[in-house]
Nanobody
Framework: QVQLGESGGGSVQAGGSLRLSCAAS????????MGWFRQVAGKEREFVAA???????SYADSVKGRFTISRDNEKNMVYLRMNGLKPEDTAVYYC???????????????WGQGTQVTVSS
């Protein structure tokens, strides 16, 4: 298990930007796939972005061109830069780590506690 902690959430107006950070207590973070998911009350947790061990990235169609995921294995950090935020981006954002990776929540077995992102119109 990897202990993860998110930060950087907050309230922003539509069109604004935020950068979320995920700190991992893992000596060999580079062995893990890392992902960002989000969840709105009453709905299932959904995939946002992921980065592979080799640096390849994947994004949900709803955030392509606006969000960027990156990782710094030396610093044990993963980031999600969010530009052009929309009210529909409002959710609790979770950082996740797994050995298999992918677009499903079942591909990950370590999760942070989440950070709230609120976008007002």
């Amino acid at each position: 298990q990897v202990q993860l902690g998110e930060s950087g959430g907050g309230s922003v107006q539509a069109g604004g930007s935020l950068r979320l950070s995920c700190a991992a207590s893992e000596r060999s973070l580079g062995t893990f796939y890392m992902g960002w998911f989000r969840q709105v009350a009453g709905k299932e947790r959904e995939f946002v972005a992921a980065v592979t061990r080799s640096g390849g990235t994947s994004y949900a169609d709803s955030v392509k061109g606006r969000f960027t995921i990156s990782r710094d294995n030396e610093k044990n950090m993963v980031y999600l830069r969010m530009n052009g935020l929309k009210p529909e981006d409002t959710a609790v954002y979770y950082c996740a780590a797994g050995l298999s990776g992918g677009l499903s929540i079942y591909d990950y077995d370590s999760w942070g506690q989440g950070t709230q992102v609120t976008v007002s119109s």
